[in-house]
Every structure is written in structure tokens, then in C-alpha cells.
């Protein structure tokens, strides 16, 4: 047994998370549009697709409604798509059980850290909204009408919510059995680390310094040859908790942890984000409320 399966409340964490994991927040049909990769830039097929989607505990799972294979139940799924089927029916489970028999890799999207927000009407479309899982990305989705877009955006707020819960569940569990003396020592305000900010997908070396004054939470570069440049400063820090490493025996080893708060941060580190209609480039914000995470 490893040290960390000898703690008992950081061994019940575990339970918790695998419950999270297979948990069902919300199921149905969505329409989906791929606008903007991790990087900012545009994906290159844009159109709008037809999804099978299931959310269950942080993640996304889509079963396409265009795979060919899927042809002899092209009616069964036009039925669910319009709506004439209703949600949980006898009829409904049974195409679902179709699909998924037949779409054996269906595609997936982590929401841990994403955020989502209401659109409404785009375009010719109603009940749009949109999703940022990674770095610069977007995608367009769209429910079958308002409401069930206002149940969506709920789930996947819910779900991040619950999956932060659970980290700082475990967070207090380990501080609790392995470092009781933690919060109360004398501890070092300067700390290299390496840091991704939300809305990229690089890792950058940085000295993190706290402070108890307006800016609670500094970033600057580590290069020690020249005066030190502020790259992020968080003002107003509303979380901060280690990252579960999805294995009791990796907990020993895990070095991952998350603060969230309103940071400013230097926009050479912020992806450029190009114009999805080619129009030109958009600068990306300064100001946001940004999840940082410290290696």
C-alpha cells in the first residue's frame, strides 16, 4: 500500500472523484460549429455538425449524427433531432443504444476548466452558445431552443463547480494528514514555478510571489541577468487548490495547482486571435478571470 493510500481521508477523496466521474448532468442533441483552435487561429472545417452529446462528470462526449454507418436509423434520429421523441422515452433510449453501438469512438471535450456563455441568436440560428475548453478555442453549439440551451450552460456550470468543490475537498485532506503545520509556519513568499495562464496552452517559468497588499499574487520573469519583468499580477485571488492526479498512488508525486482569480496579464502571452472570417486579427484581452496553474 502506497503512503498515500495509508491516509484515510485522502483515500476517501477517491471514491468521491469516480463518482464525479460517471456522473450524468445532462444528455441530448446538439448542433456544433469548431470556430477557434487552442492557438487562436480558425479551424479549418467550420461548418455546423449534428452531435449525440452526453455530460457526464467533467466531460463532453459527442457521437456523431452524420456517420454514415448510422444510415438505417437515419428516421429514428430525425425523430430525436426534431424533437418529436421525447428525452428518456422507451423510443429515445432505444435509438441512443443504436448510436452509441454503432459510433464506437466518439470524440471528447474536458470542461474542468472551460467556460461557457449565451449567444442567443447568431445569425440564422437561435439558442447559440459558446464554449472555451482549451487555450483560444471556441465552438459554437446550438440546443434545440432557448430552454434547453439554458439547461445546458447550467449542467456545465454545475459540473465545474462540483469538480473545483472536490479538488478542494482533497486539497484539505491532504493538507490535513500530511502537512498539519502548513498554514500556521513561517513559509517563504518567493516560489519558482512554472505557470500555463487560461486562455493559453504554454507553460511559462516564473517567480510567484505573495503579498497580503492589493496584489495578492505576482508572476515575473526568471531571468535573473536583467530587472525582472511583471508578466501577471492577481488582484483578487478566489481559489487555490491542488490538482487530484487521478491515481491515490500518484498523489505523493502530484506538483499541480490551480489559483483562480481576476489577473492581469501581459498580453505577449496571450495568443493572437485571428478574425474566424479572415476579416483580420483581434487582439487578445488583458483583463479577465483567469485559472493559473503552478507547477
Same mark, same amino acid.
Given at each position: 500500500?502506497?503512503?498515500?493510500a @495509508?491516509?484515510?481521508?485522502?483515500?476517501?477523496?477517491?471514491?468521491?472523484?469516480d463518482?464525479?466521474?460517471?456522473?450524468?448532468?445532462?444528455?441530448g442533441?446538439l448542433?456544433k460549429?469548431n470556430d477557434r483552435?487552442?492557438d487562436?487561429?480558425?479551424?479549418?472545417?467550420?461548418?455546423w455538425?449534428?452531435?449525440y452529446?452526453e455530460?457526464?462528470?467533467?466531460?463532453?462526449?459527442?457521437? &456523431?449524427?452524420?456517420?454514415?454507418?448510422?444510415?438505417a436509423?437515419?428516421?429514428?434520429i430525425?425523430?430525436?433531432?426534431?424533437?418529436r421523441?421525447?428525452l428518456?422515452?422507451?423510443?429515445?433510449e432505444?435509438?441512443?443504444?443504436h448510436?452509441?453501438?454503432i459510433?464506437?469512438k466518439?470524440?471528447?471535450?474536458?470542461?474542468?476548466?472551460?467556460?461557457?456563455?449565451?449567444?442567443?441568436?447568431?445569425?440564422?440560428?437561435?439558442? *447559440?452558445?459558446t464554449l472555451?475548453s482549451?487555450?483560444a &478555442?471556441?465552438?459554437f453549439?446550438?440546443?434545440?431552443?432557448?430552454?434547453?440551451m439554458n439547461?445546458?450552460?447550467?449542467?456545465?456550470?454545475?459540473?465545474?463547480f462540483?469538480?473545483?468543490?472536490?479538488?478542494e475537498y482533497?486539497?484539505a485532506?491532504?493538507?490535513?494528514?500530511r502537512?498539519?503545520?502548513?498554514l500556521l509556519a /513561517?513559509?517563504?513568499?518567493?516560489?519558482?514555478v512554472?505557470?500555463r495562464?487560461?486562455?493559453?496552452?504554454?507553460?511559462?517559468p516564473?517567480?510567484?510571489?505573495l @503579498?497580503?497588499?492589493?496584489? /495578492?499574487i505576482?508572476f515575473c520573469?526568471?531571468?535573473a541577468?536583467?530587472?525582472r519583468?511583471?508578466?501577471?499580477?492577481?488582484?483578487?485571488?478566489r481559489?487555490a487548490?491542488?490538482?487530484?492526479?487521478?491515481?491515490?498512488?500518484?498523489?505523493d508525486?502530484a *506538483?499541480i495547482?490551480?489559483?483562480e482569480?481576476?489577473?492581469?496579464?501581459?498580453?505577449?502571452l496571450?495568443?493572437?486571435?485571428e478574425?474566424?472570417?479572415?476579416d483580420?486579427?483581434t487582439?487578445?484581452v488583458?483583463?479577465?478571470t483567469?485559472?493559473?496553474y503552478a507547477l
Open positions: 500500500m502506497s503512503s498515500a @495509508a491516509l484515510a481521508s485522502v483515500a476517501g477523496t477517491t471514491a468521491c472523484f463518482t464525479f466521474r460517471q456522473k450524468l448532468y445532462i444528455r442533441v448542433g460549429k483552435a487552442a487562436g487561429q480558425p479551424y479549418s472545417m467550420r461548418k455538425t449534428r452531435w452529446v455530460l457526464r462528470g467533467p466531460v463532453l462526449v459527442f457521437w &456523431n449524427l452524420l456517420d454514415t454507418q448510422l444510415s436509423y437515419l428516421e429514428d430525425t425523430a430525436i433531432v426534431d424533437g421523441v421525447r428518456g422515452s422507451p423510443e429515445f432505444r435509438t441512443v443504444g448510436i452509441k453501438n459510433v464506437l466518439p470524440n471528447f471535450i474536458n470542461i474542468t476548466d472551460a467556460a461557457c456563455s449565451i449567444v442567443g441568436k447568431l445569425k440564422k440560428r437561435d439558442s *447559440v452558445w472555451h482549451s487555450g &478555442n471556441r465552438f453549439m446550438q440546443a434545440v431552443d432557448d430552454r434547453a439547461e445546458w450552460v447550467r449542467a456545465l456550470r454545475l459540473a465545474c462540483e469538480a473545483a468543490k472536490l479538488y482533497y486539497t485532506a491532504v493538507l490535513a494528514e502537512y498539519p503545520a502548513t /513561517q513559509r517563504p513568499t518567493k516560489y519558482h512554472q505557470v495562464f487560461a486562455g493559453t496552452n504554454d507553460w511559462v516564473c517567480l510567484m510571489e @503579498a497580503s497588499g492589493p496584489t /495578492q505576482s520573469s526568471e531571468d541577468t536583467s530587472p519583468v511583471l508578466l501577471a499580477a492577481i488582484k483578487t485571488a481559489a487548490y491542488c490538482i487530484y492526479p487521478d491515481s491515490l498512488d500518484l498523489v508525486t *506538483v495547482a490551480k489559483l482569480g481576476d489577473c492581469e496579464i501581459d498580453p505577449s496571450l495568443p493572437r486571435l478574425d474566424a472570417d479572415g483580420g486579427e487582439p487578445a488583458t483583463s479577465r483567469h485559472g493559473a
